[in-house]
Each structure stands twice: as C-alpha cells, then as structure tokens.
C-alpha cells in the first residue's frame, strides 16, 4: 500500500466514426502524446481536498461522506464523482488529496474530463492496493462520466485506459488496438466546442428526420470498418481519402463549421492525402493524413488558415503510474 501516487493518462483524438459511435457505430481514436498528471496521497480527515489549478480550482474540500451531494462546483465534479464511485465498491478510511496538472489545455477537445477521470480512478486503485484490470478501470470510468453527461460513447475513456490507436464501439462493447504509426497532422480552430450540448442538439434534429440522420450514421460506419482496413495496410492514400468522405457526412450531420472547413481546405490543398474535423465538430481540431515530405507544406497551410498547428505524437501509451512520484 502507497501513501501517495502519481499517475497520468493520454488526451485523444477521435480519427473516424465520431458522433455515429454514440449510436451504436464503430469509431477509430487515438490517444495523443500530451498527458494529464495526477499525484494522490492519503489523508486522515475523511477528507476530500482537491487542487486543479487549470480549471481555477484551488483547495476545494469535501468529506467523503458528502461525494456527490449538494452543489458541486462543474470544475471539481469528474474527479469528485470518480471517487465517490471508486468508493461505493471499495471503502476507505481516511481521505485523500488530489492535485492535477494537464500538459493540455482544456479547450483542445482532447478529452481532458475523462483523462481526470481515469486517472483517479487508476490512482485509488494504486494507492488502496486494490487490483482493478484495464477493463475494470474502463467500466468505473465510464459509469462515472455518464452519471455525469448523461450521453457520450466512452470513447475518450477507452483512449486514456488503453491508450494506441483502437477501433471501438460504445460502452467498450469493442476495444481492438490497431498497431500502426499514422502520419498525422493536427489543427486547432481556436473555438472551444462543447460535446454535450452538439450531442443534445443534433439528438433533438433527429426526433424530426431520424431516417435521415441514421442513415449518415451508418454510412459513417462503413466508412470507419474501411479505414481499419486501409490503416492495417499502410495505404495512407485510400486513408486520406475516406476521411474526405467522412468529413462530407459529418458536414451533411451539421457539425462542421467555416473554420474547420477552411483549414481542412488548406491541408488538402497544400498537399495532404485527406482532411477531417475531430470530436463532436463546430471547433476543437481537425486531423490530415500527410505524406512525409508534403508535412511542413500543410503544417504552414493550417497555420496561413488562421488554425494553431499542435505537434503531438499519436499512439502513445495509455495510463500509468509515473516515478519518480512527485510530492504535493
Ligand atoms: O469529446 P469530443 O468532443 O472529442 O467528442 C467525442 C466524440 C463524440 O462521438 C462526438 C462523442 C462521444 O462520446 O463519442
């Protein structure tokens, strides 16, 4: 048993399927090489004290018999309710402090939330000795992000657990990793998009044109199983060319926007081999799959487009405890 822990977890980005795998499709995510960190240390005061000081939360308290109840501030609930959950299954005595730090910013779209929770969820399980598999850590988190969102599909989740490039189907009813390198390039539009109120947005259209919108699902579906294929065979190309495809369905779904849709413009132009949005769409980053020698050509496009290029490895691995640990 440790007194305290360190642990981080991997932003993700979402490469095919997302909106359609809320609704039962397959996606493809990868997770990206910046982290969020968490250090955990155990207390005696049946005490909650969390410190996350990139969403301005600085020593906020709870009792451990109080997790969940009354107001909860939107910046301290994932971790809260992650471990009130970690504590419905296994009680502790004492209580805890928590202190986060993110290598990024809340505003990329890279999944922040379920990175937080993962990784507190991970770290209780280290610092109670409890032995939680992947797949356990996965369920726990995703129950507590959906207690709180109400929708979503769990695929930021299954990213921070498991980490590489996976092709998945909500709720983790598919979890498959896909060992390959992909040759990306990644742009921020500068606008902060919010998944839930696009995902309740587009919930409501569909009540009026359901044929319509399921019928866009599944061809993002098919879509999704053709680039598995074409990313196990390195065809880079064809890769390209199905994210121009799926890009036109998440257009037609209404989730685009100018921005996004002027730099992926660019990035064609300039030489990639194909060009999306990625997430929930209408800000946050866009993907290309670039040719080797064409990288600093696209990287510049984005860029003279008025998007931030980030420079992030892809693949990486998923959460894990850090040492040497650091002291809070
Ligand atoms: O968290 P975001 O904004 O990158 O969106 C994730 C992908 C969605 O399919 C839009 C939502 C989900 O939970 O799958």
Not at 32 to 38: I, K, N, T
Not at 125 to 142: G, I, Q
Not at 259 to 266: E, G, Q, T
């Amino acid at each position: 048993m440790r007194d305290s822990v360190t642990v981080s977890a991997p932003g993700k980005l979402v490469l095919f399927g997302e909106h359609a795998v809320v609704y039962g499709q397959p996606c493809i995510v990868t997770a990206v090489g910046q982290r969020m960190q968490m250090t955990m240390r155990k207390t005696d005061d049946k005490t909650l004290v969390i410190d996350a000081p990139d969403v301005n939360l600085r020593g906020y308290s709870k009792p451990i018999a109080e997790l969940g109840k009354g107001n909860v501030p939107k910046s301290a609930q994932f971790i809260e309710h992650a471990v009130r959950a970690f504590c419905e299954t296994h009680p502790i005595q004492g209580g805890l402090t928590i202190a986060t730090s993110s290598e990024f910013s809340a505003k990329l779209g890279f999944g922040s939330s379920s990175a937080v929770v993962v990784c507190a969820i991970k770290a209780m399980a280290l610092c109670m000795d409890v032995k939680l598999t992947d797949r356990a850590v996965f369920d726990l988190s995703f129950t507590t992000v959906m207690d709180i969102q109400k929708k979503g599909s769990g695929v930021d989740i299954a990213a921070a657990v498991y980490g590489g490039t996976l092709l998945f189907k909500r709720a983790g009813e598919l979890i498959e990793p896909l060992a390959v390198e992909i040759p990306i390039v990644v742009g921020y539009t500068g606008v902060k998009s919010d998944t839930v109120t696009i995902l309740n947005d587009i919930a409501q259209r569909a009540t009026r044109d359901r044929k319509r919108i399921e019928s866009l699902y599944s061809a993002m579906g098919e879509l999704t199983m053709q680039a598995k294929s074409a990313i196990e065979r390195g065809d880079w190309k064809a890769v390209g060319e199905l994210m121009n495809r799926n890009q036109q369905l998440l257009s037609d779904l209404g989730v685009s926007s100018e921005k996004l849709d002027a730099l992926i413009a660019a990035a064609r132009a300039a030489g990639a081999f194909g060009a999306k949005l990625s997430g929930a769409g209408r800000g946050d980053c866009m993907v290309a799959i670039v040719p080797d020698e064409k990288r600093p050509a696209v990287i510049d496009a984005i860029r003279r487009a008025g998007g931030e290029s980030i420079d992030v490895p892809v693949g990486v691995e998923g959460v894990r405890a850090e040492a040497p640990e650091r002291d809070i």
